[in-house]
């Protein structure tokens, strides 16, 4: 008590003192200035501790069973139905959050025809119908029947009849597809069969329609996704494999955002693109199928046999092709027909807001998102990032509610719209508000699978993630047991991920250059080798898998709510941003060490200097480092409040700095010199990498050398325009 | 005295009553907050009667006489003497700023040899010179002499001797070319003689190459830039007006900033282009005459009389050649031969930067700049500007030193080099500091040409002047005399004309979004016709003409100087930002007018609705009438600084919102979709007017009418992310 009115004394005075300047030497105020208690909130640790202890586990579980009680495809009724259940849940009187709203976007989707349903068959040369794949998944456990489970399909694969001799092309890459043409086998005409991996979706077809492929089938091989396994008896319901008929839907277009209008919203009014002259669709008909069937196609084949890297788990010998073996079960001549009836629709897609005002800044925003759309039931893929969301929001809003608390920051969730079919309500999201967003975004936390397994994952920029440090629960240990790196300044710790175009994120970090984190619990690396959980994107993927094998108690969701909870409320609650900058610093120079170590040499041959680059990353260096100092002194010290805006401002708006609309004009929506897409193995600056693995067999003085500098020096202005935004903000 | 007490009392009350409510719920607070004074610094408005009374002309007198003594061509010994002077004064112990630096970049610039002097001459078959224009101004002054003279040329034409029979081709238009070419005259070889005006520079060689011109030569007409008056007796010395010897030089290139280095800073280790592969240099050789010259071949050319509108005042009837009349001073098969010698040099060119640091704001810069370099002295062009820049900075730098005064936001005053040859100076900052200006930059103030003559023009996006109302001087109603509209809210107001790109600004607005304004004193348009001041860009531009014809008394400099520190120190020290919303959307609404009045049906026609644009107009107006209203009503309260700090935040970045630089790909650096340059005459929406005339002729359906429509959805994105900025930051 004697402490506060020594504290009231000396704010008196200082009133006393300032108010006597002021009419001395300045203008006259209008009024007497009422420090609000509000602008010194700093994050309160007995709140977060007690909003951490409020997360339940068994309430994420009832959330995860409503909200995948029926399959919900984008723009379905069901998919409706969760917005309603959403908004219902933000406007709650008791627990719900300051406002919530659905907006919603005309935006083209791909679905396969009800009449017409998508078939891959093979036939004999009369036109006999030989054998034919799955239509639907199997119905193990009653839930992979009815109209809603929407069948196995490539989506915005054009629709096509090709049929002809098939052959086995590995992933489906360029350097697959050129192996094949180096052994002599003609695929014009043919039908490929790939399998997931590799490479991306689309670009399976995109490689192969430049080797004059007709069609193209794709599937999971068991060795990819279940260790080998694929008996009924070690798979789904018997455990969490990926039972043989099981099917990976997706998306395979290229980009991401509504296809008919990058770079705009799509309102109804907006200008679209005729989809005729889109360009990112596969351009031949593509369909995916199951590794049972893949397994009967597969087996039959003639020809050589394929290299070690290309065999599989389905135990046969994997021959290349084409066509079918003289013994098998088909004859020698028989062809594989692909039938494609999709069908693109401008459908009406919903994204879901709900905002938490913040007390003090509410002009700075700190995003929390995942999509709400699934294939089919989706119970990992995205209901258990929004049974995680659903709960932290009840969790936040029943303070709210209470009056016990307020962030100091607004915090705004979302619930997107046709994630699956390539990000779109948050790219949407993303063009609408673009300004608005780049001007106040502090960050966004993006929580789609929340949970694939046992083992803590984050993917984001270095910097910002606020070692969540909960007392027992050992997330933090969990974490740097199965993600660690080594930091010249803390030694051991937890390492996040590159964020790469997986989820909603993407939007936001690499066209908006907004601060991104994606969280996940995965699973055990070192006791699978499954590229991912086991039924992703498949009809298996239910309320009752997560229950039963990937969470059963659902203690990971509870920690992932935790950590996804903790980061938030640092990222809305902190006095100043827990953004550390200098840890972008550490990621600039490995990615400087790998140019310098793998590039160095073939840069000097042409005259290209990394001097300048090495330059701004010692800039940089130097600028976060001495920021990080002033903001230990002023944390020290009594910080005004702006004084702390404005530090907080610079490590808000470092993100963007990095941002160069014109350095990629290729990549859509990419305009981040440091995250965009990189081919190649040199983990270094990408476009850099980029350019020089185009230049590199190129002549001295070729235009893609020219690149290579113009990429350089794109870099070296970022990275040293980085640095003057770190710079103390009076030394221009 | 006793009102002290009360507002302390209530003060000292409240911040124990906070203190409480912070210890009981929040975290503790590291220490006591202490208001400063200055956290609610507003403009002091007898610091500013002040300063406007120490703005003296006399003053601005002796440093026009300083900066114009010698010629300063950017990168010349006499330039880096004056970025010596600059940083003298803004070094000063007593009169200077808190720092000042020079940047220099490595530009390329083009300059006439001094061993091959470009030649324009008559020659006959056989190759006699039978008349050789001057190839340099003549000495009328004793200034017009001396190697530092730089003689007439077109900066970045190309070195090129072509000679052949002279055409009259008016002011070298796309349509006059057209008009040249329906009237029969075979143009391909000839050498076409133009005068300036009614196009740029560099395109009346651009329109001429197209139609197979060799060469161009371009004059000033007596028409437009001496009222008709050509004689000695009526020219300088003895008048205002341009002498027949008398050559405008300038830069030919069509876009600004370095040509080697667009989009990067010339930076020495920056990539650059090969300067052959550079699009934007005058395709053909060019050179400027003088009238005098220009009078003898025009006045003794052959053919048809040329078209009342291309007629002139050199006496004589001007004809369309090609070649020249029998009975003329000329052989009729004598031709006319330009001998250009240009080189391009890779120059060091700086530019110099004063900073007065923000009491309060720090990181909040007001920007205050002009070009260095001139043709010749320049001292109208650019010397009247840094005279006037440099009182101003002595003045507030003398408070500052003094210990009197610090403005809220930081001041940054500039000195750009090489403008004369495409804004160079200003575009490599705005390009080396796009990320912090784009950040912190509140407004550019633009200073070139001070003094034309008689009437204030301000040119400037709406909203941005502060009303200047210095007692007894009349600028106001001077203004308003000579520039006025009539606005719906406030009656007859001063008009602020548009921005081009004619000096320093326009990388700040149109490149980045900054707010701009150029501030000059013009002369009395119903008493003269001149295109601009007659000697503009010759070397008879120096102290004595401005001393004796210009200004004389240096009244309206000071006028400029009062204007200009009157904006400066209202953007710098108001506690919220004098910028006026309401009038954008004025604008808004005019050019909505001018779009439904002159292109409605058009658009009508081919079913493209103006309805999402009128909503989105609307929306504009309904937010920035209302964040006036929050403005108003803040300030009759008791305003928080963060409050105050995010209302301005709105304010700053609404120019900002009007960015898209994927909106004009083919325009460089045009990224604001209301001021990018606008072809045809309807006052509306640049993109839109644009698409529409280039559409115009095109059929139902073409990619010329869905660009129309695309330019509408990026202008309705536009408007509606403006107005998103300008509503209350809590609802999302």
């Known amino acids: 008590m004697k402490w506060v009115n020594v504290l009231g004394g000396i704010v008196g005075a200082a009133a006393l003192l300032g108010l006597g300047i002021i009419l001395g030497h300045f203008a006259i105020p209008k009024g007497s200035y009422v420090p609000t208690p509000s602008i010194f909130q700093d994050l309160d640790l007995e709140i977060l501790e007690s909003i951490m202890q409020q997360l339940d586990a068994s309430r994420i579980r009832e959330n995860l069973r409503e909200l995948s009680r029926e399959p919900h495809l984008a723009s379905s009724p069901q998919d409706e139905a969760l917005v309603q259940l959403l908004l219902q849940r933000w406007r709650d009187p008791e627990s719900g959050l300051d406002s919530a709203e659905a907006s919603t976007y005309e935006v083209l989707l791909s679905f396969p025809s009800r009449e017409q349903p998508n078939r891959v068959a093979v036939g004999d040369p009369t036109g006999n119908v030989l054998f034919s794949c799955r239509q639907s998944e199997q119905n193990l456990t009653g839930e992979q029947g009815g109209p809603d489970v929407v069948p196995p399909y490539a989506a915005y694969a054009p629709p096509g009849t090709p049929q002809g001799l098939l052959v086995y092309a590995n992933q489906g890459t360029e350097e697959d597809f050129m192996k094949l043409q180096a052994q002599g086998i003609k695929l014009e005409g043919t039908i490929a069969l790939t399998r997931y991996g590799g490479t991306g979706r689309g670009a399976k077809a995109v490689n192969a329609a430049k080797h004059g492929v007709a069609g193209v089938l794709v599937y999971t091989d068991p060795a990819d996704i279940n260790d080998g396994q694929s008996s009924t008896n070690e798979t789904f319901p018997n455990s969490w494999r990926l039972p043989p008929s099981g099917v990976e839907r997706g998306s395979y277009y290229e980009y991401f955002g509504d296809p008919l209008t990058p770079y705009l919203p799509a309102n109804p009014s907006s200008f679209r693109l005729d989809p005729d002259t889109v360009s990112g669709f596969p351009p031949i008909p593509t369909q995916p199928i199951g590794f049972e069937d893949a397994k009967i196609l597969l087996c039959n084949l003639q020809g050589a046999s394929a290299p070690a890297a290309w065999q599989g788990a389905l135990?046969?010998?994997?021959?290349?092709?084409?066509?079918?073996?003289?013994?098998?079960?088909?004859?020698?001549?028989?062809?594989?027909?692909?039938?494609?009836?999709?069908?693109?629709?401008?459908?009406?897609?919903?994204?879901?807001?709900?905002?938490?005002?913040?007390?003090?800044?509410?002009?700075?925003?700190?995003?929390?998102?995942?999509?709400?759309?699934?294939?089919?039931?989706?119970?990992?893929?995205?209901?258990?990032?929004?049974?995680?969301?659903?709960?932290?929001?009840?969790?936040?809003?029943?303070?709210?509610?209470?009056?016990?608390?307020?962030?100091?920051?607004?915090?705004?969730?979302?619930?997107?719209?046709?994630?699956?079919?390539?990000?779109?309500?948050?790219?949407?999201?993303?063009?609408?508000?673009?300004?608005?967003?780049?001007?106040?975004?502090?960050?966004?936390?993006?929580?789609?699978?929340?949970?694939?397994?046992?083992?803590?994952?984050?993917?984001?920029?270095?910097?910002?993630?606020?070692?969540?440090?909960?007392?027992?629960?050992?997330?933090?240990?969990?974490?740097?047991?199965?993600?660690?790196?080594?930091?010249?300044?803390?030694?051991?710790?937890?390492s996040l991920g590159s964020l790469g175009a997986g989820s909603d994120y993407a939007p936001f970090i690499h066209f908006l250059g907004i601060s991104s984190m994606d969280i996940a619990y995965t699973y055990d690396r070192s006791k699978t080798s499954a590229r991912i959980y086991p039924t992703y994107h498949t009809a298996f993927d239910t309320f009752g898998y997560v229950d039963k094998f990937v969470d059963p108690g659902f203690s990971s969701h509870q920690a992932v709510a935790r950590t996804a909870g903790s980061v938030l409320l640092r990222l809305s609650d902190s006095l100043f941003l827990p953004l550390n900058v200098s840890d972008y610093g550490e990621t600039l120079r490995s990615f400087l060490q790998a140019a310098q170590q793998n590039l160095g040499v073939l840069l000097e041959q042409h005259s290209i200097s990394l001097v300048p680059l090495v330059t701004a990353v010692e800039k940089f260096e130097g600028a976060a480092g001495a920021l990080d100092q002033r903001i230990s002194a002023l944390q020290k010290a009594t910080p005004d409040p702006l004084q702390v805006r404005m530090l907080n401002d610079q490590l808000m708006l470092l993100e963007r700095t990095f941002l160069n609309p014109r350095a990629f004009p290729e990549e859509r929506y990419y305009s981040h010199v440091l995250w965009a897409p990189r081919t190649g193995s040199v983990a270094t600056f990408p476009g850099l990498a980029n350019a020089c693995s185009r230049a590199m067999n190129t002549s001295l003085g070729s235009p893609a050398w020219a690149e290579v500098q113009r990429q350089l020096s794109i870099l070296v202005v970022a990275l040293e325009g980085a640095a003057a935004t770190l710079r103390p903000v009076a030394d221009f």
Chains 1, 2 share one sequence.
């Open 315 to 494: 135990g046969c010998d994997y021959k290349l092709g084409p066509g079918f073996q003289p013994n098998g079960d088909f004859p020698a001549d028989s062809q594989v027909n692909v039938s494609v009836y999709n069908r693109l629709e401008l459908r009406n897609s919903s994204n879901v807001l709900g905002i938490i005002r913040g007390a003090v800044e509410p002009d700075r925003y700190v995003l929390y998102g995942n999509h709400r759309d699934s294939w089919v039931h989706g119970a990992v893929d995205p209901s258990s990032g929004t049974a995680v969301l659903l709960e932290l929001s009840r969790v936040l809003g029943t303070l709210l509610k209470k009056g016990t608390w307020r962030p100091r920051r607004s915090i705004v969730f979302a619930s997107w719209g046709a994630e699956e079919f390539g990000l779109i309500g948050s790219t949407e999201f993303t063009e609408e508000f673009f300004s608005k967003l780049q001007e106040r975004a502090v960050a966004y936390i993006n929580v789609d699978i929340s949970v694939f397994g046992v083992s803590l994952r984050l993917n984001s920029p270095p910097g910002q993630i606020p070692a969540p440090s909960l007392g027992g629960l050992s997330i933090y240990d969990n974490w740097i047991r199965y993600f660690n790196r080594s930091s010249p300044v803390y030694g051991l710790v937890p």
